[in-house]
């Protein structure tokens, strides 16, 4: 079963999303989710991508929740910073991360967090220093924001690849 879906996950994963982009479960549509399926993780297997050890899943579902509230609320507060609710207290501007995680893994799903959350964007990661560079629209607090990246996210992230 290994030869055939080496990333068991990956398989299911492009095979659902294939077939939810498409919004059908024709004969054509099943075919080309289960190409999906069966070759991308073929190439995956070629690049010889190292395996992601999960170490914690229930972490994997806290994570989960917390970053779908925090993109929600967001939402919310970038559109009244757009819609000039708050346009007088905004105050855009760089932040310093210290950064305790060095898994690449942990590191590009964080990425991946700051850069789909509104009104927050990833600038840079120095890997010889751990310092992560975050660009935030509307920066209040600046201590409150690294707070927030190293309990909510980053703790979080080493539980889980760590």
């Given at each position: 079963m290994r030869a055939v879906f080496p990333h068991p996950i990956l398989s299911l994963g492009l095979f659902?999303?294939?077939?939810?982009?498409?919004?059908?479960?024709?004969?054509?549509?099943?075919?080309?989710?289960?190409?999906a399926a069966v070759l991308a993780p073929q190439v995956m297997r070629v690049?010889?991508?190292?395996?992601?050890?999960?170490?914690?899943?229930k972490a994997v579902l806290q994570l989960a929740?917390?970053?779908?509230?925090?993109?929600?609320?967001?939402?919310?507060?970038?559109?009244?910073?757009?819609?000039?609710?708050?346009?007088?207290?905004?105050?855009?501007?760089?932040?310093h991360i210290p950064l305790q995680m060095r898994?690449?893994?942990?590191?590009?799903?964080?990425?991946?967090?700051i850069t789909s959350t509104?009104?927050?964007?990833?600038?840079?990661?120095?890997?010889?220093t751990g310092q992560l560079l975050l660009h935030v629209l509307d920066l209040v607090d600046e201590d409150e924001w690294i707070e927030l990246i190293k309990t909510r996210y980053e703790r979080r992230l080493m539980e889980i690849f760590e």
């Open positions: 659902a999303a294939s077939l939810l982009m498409s919004a059908s479960v024709a004969p054509p549509s099943l075919a080309l989710a289960a190409l690049l010889s991508v190292d395996r992601v050890r999960i170490r914690s899943p929740t917390v970053v779908a509230v925090d993109v929600i609320r967001s939402n919310w507060e970038v559109a009244w910073v757009i819609l000039g609710r708050r346009r007088h207290e905004r105050k855009a501007g760089f932040i898994d690449r893994h942990g590191l590009a799903v964080l990425a991946i967090i509104p009104g927050t964007l990833w600038v840079e990661y120095e890997a010889a």
